[in-house]
């Protein structure tokens, strides 16, 4: 019975040989799954590592002044293309005004044909009724001045424009009839 139970429990215990060569085997496949296990969550991190690499790659400070200037050629093209088309439209209004300042100018209405009479003094004479005879006047020509004495006045008025007077440089008095009148 003894030796019964003495077999019983070698087949059971198998040999130790065999139950290392078992445990052996255990530790090489948990050893390769635990490899595997740590390969892949080391693939995963380094997939994390190169993406947050990239987005850092792409906001690094060369990068981004790269990127600014590349951006600023442009922009600096069309500044100064506004800037030159502003110069242009301002120069050109400019010389319109200058055009029309001109065409007021009192210079410019002396060479169409036009004088301006002042008294003494250097005001304005405007009216006949102004002067007296005797009176000295200035009179500014386009291209010139004449000393002139009044030698008589017509204050009769049409629509603003003295009619029949002229006082000749020489102290003459004419009109549109002729001289003397």
């Known amino acids: 019975e003894r030796r019964a139970r003495v077999d ?11 139950l290392m060569a078992n445990r052996q085997q255990e530790l090489d496949e948990l050893d390769d799954r635990l490899e595997r296990s740590m390969r892949r969550r080391i693939a995963v991190r380094c997939e994390g590592v190169d993406r ?7 906001r690094h400070p060369r990068l981004a002044i790269a990127r600014g200037r590349g951006e ?5 093209a069309r ?7 502003r ?29 301006i009479v002042t008294r003494g003094d250097g005001t304005a004479v405007r009216r006949a009724a102004e002067v007296c005879v005797g009176d000295e006047v200035a009179v500014r020509l386009h291209a010139g001045r004449l000393a ?11 629509d603003g424009v003295a009619a029949n007077t002229t006082v000749a440089a020489d102290g003459s008095q004419g009109s549109e009839n002729g001289p003397g009148r």
């Open 87 to 115: 110069l242009e439209r301002g120069g050109a209004r400019l010389w319109r005004e200058v055009a029309k300042l001109d065409d007021l100018s009192p210079l410019a209405v002396l060479g169409r044909g036009y004088a």
């Open 72 to 76: 600023i050629g442009p922009l600096s």
């Open 52 to 58: 947050v690499r990239e987005r850092l790659l792409d």
């Open 79 to 85: 500044l100064r293309s506004a800037v030159r088309m």
């Open 8 to 18: 019983r429990l070698r087949a059971a215990l198998s040999d130790p040989r065999f």
């Open 148 to 158: 002139c004495a009044v030698t008589g006045a017509d204050e009769s008025d049409l």
